[in-house]
């Protein structure tokens, strides 16, 4: 009887695990997972397995997990439509998606080992700025890119130097804006 529930519980986090919408809390799920599986192990007659999965799978591993998370970080790109005639268009995400400017862009951020995460978004620009999830507003104004970021980021003055020293920021205006003075 013990065993089934430890093996139902097992199941439980097994699911937590997976469904998990914050990466963290799927790492701890996956801990007591394999500390529960270190438990069917004892429940069977095999302590050595058991020490091994305690160690590994719910310390080591986990401690590896979390690590390797700390250093991660997803960067959010807010491509706002509002202005576009076509809105959110295939079509206009496909042509935004494909742009050099995009492009530099993604590459900056891979450089600097961020993720880059863009989102479409039909919000004006007013409410994008005042999302504290993006990290970069893009928006497109009479044929000419317009990237908007906090000023107190160190990543739109980067961005706007790189342009200029790769001669490819024609087209292209950055705009540092203060979070404080939007909302």
């Known amino acids: 009887m013990l065993e089934v529930g430890m093996v139902l519980l097992m199941g439980v986090f097994a699911w937590l695990t997976i469904h998990s919408t914050l990466l963290r809390l799927s790492v701890v799920y996956m801990a007591v997972f394999s500390l529960l599986a270190a438990f069917v192990f004892v429940l069977h007659g095999a302590p050595e397995l058991a020490i091994a999965e305690g160690v590994i799978g719910s310390g ?27 809105g959110l268009s295939d079509r206009y995400i496909d042509a935004m998606e ?55 980021s160190y990543v739109i003055v980067e961005l706007n130097l790189m342009f200029q020293m790769h001669g490819n920021h024609e087209g292209v205006r950055f705009v540092p804006y203060s979070r404080e003075a939007s909302q």
């Open 60 to 86: 080591l591993v986990t401690l590896l997990y979390l690590v390797a998370l700390q250093r991660y970080r997803v960067y959010t790109i807010a491509i706002v439509s509002d202005q576009h005639s076509e």
């Open 98 to 152: 494909n742009t050099g400017v995009m492009q530099r862009i993604r590459r900056f951020c891979l450089s600097r080992e961020f993720e880059p995460q863009v989102v479409f978004t039909a919000k004006a620009l007013t409410e994008a700025l005042e999302d504290l999830r993006y990290d970069l507003v893009i928006t497109e104004d009479n044929g000419q890119t317009c990237v908007y970021g906090p000023q107190d």
